[in-house]
């Protein structure tokens, strides 16, 4: 079947660095999302990664291991306002997206 | 990028009747939508796929009687809770795909409370 793990919760400190981490199983590849998602409102787009390496954008990063189905997402210099889910999902053989159960991050002052 | 608006965002109905979302594509046409329905601290959870033109493609477990899609045009998508109960009440997300390269387009969402 096709799987999507990621942490369920992680709390990191204003000002310091935070990196969530995605591993996939799934039917083929065809690219990995991150998204944000604040509570009560709908994700909005952070990244996209289809090549293996690092994809640097401001504050976020994120990073694509293909041969180890592995992703992570960088934040730096975290601010009370990136508190929210983020999600990370793959595109698979049929152009679909699959979803992890996100990571709720808590930013602490 | 392309913009898809979704509404009503809040909508509190009585248990027994129906309510009716709407998505629409603004600037683009979309042949596919997705409908999600998320719940408390959970992620999405694929619905069903409409397509313009043809019936909605349903999700293993969705009662296609009770969530109706309809797919009129190329820029307009609706989801319909039938005979809503308050087991439905659920944030309700629809989006468009973006193909190889480019982000899913969602709309804003609609949170149903039923009562």
């Known amino acids: 079947g096709q799987n999507i793990d990621q942490p369920t919760e992680m709390t990191a400190t204003e000002g310091a660095i935070v990196q969530i981490n995605c591993t996939y199983q799934?039917?083929?590849?065809?690219?990995l999302f991150w998204y944000q998602q604040h509570a009560g409102e709908a994700p909005t787009f952070l990244s996209y990664?289809?090549l293996d390496g690092l994809e640097e954008k401001g504050r976020f990063s994120s990073f694509l291991s293909r041969s180890k189905g592995y992703s992570y997402l960088l934040l730096k210099e975290l601010q009370m306002k990136d508190s929210a889910s983020y999600l990370c999902?793959?595109?698979?053989?049929?152009?679909?997206?699959?979803w992890g159960a996100g990571t709720k991050l808590i930013i602490k002052p | 990028g392309a913009v898809v608006s979704q509404h009503p965002s809040r909508v509190i109905c009585k248990s027994g009747t129906s309510v009716k979302i709407e998505c629409r594509s603004l600037?683009?046409?979309?042949?596919?939508m997705f409908w999600y329905r998320q719940f408390p601290k959970k992620s999405l959870m694929l619905m069903a796929t409409?397509?313009?033109?043809?019936?909605?493609?349903?999700e293993q477990g969705v009662e296609k009687d009770k969530f109706l899609i309809n797919h009129a045009s190329l820029t307009l998508s609706t989801l319909t809770v039938t005979s809503a109960h308050p087991e439905d009440s659920s944030f309700y997300i629809c989006?468009?795909?973006?193909?190889?390269?480019?982000?899913?387009?969602f709309g804003q969402g609609t949170r149903l409370t039923v009562v």
């Open positions: 989006s468009a795909p973006g193909g190889r390269d480019t982000e899913a387009f």
């Open positions: 600037d683009f046409q979309a042949t596919t």
């Open positions: 409409s397509n313009e033109g043809s019936k909605a493609t349903y």
């Open positions: 799934t039917s083929g590849f065809n690219g």
């Open positions: 990664n289809v």
């Open positions: 999902a793959v595109l698979d053989s049929n152009y679909q997206l699959i």
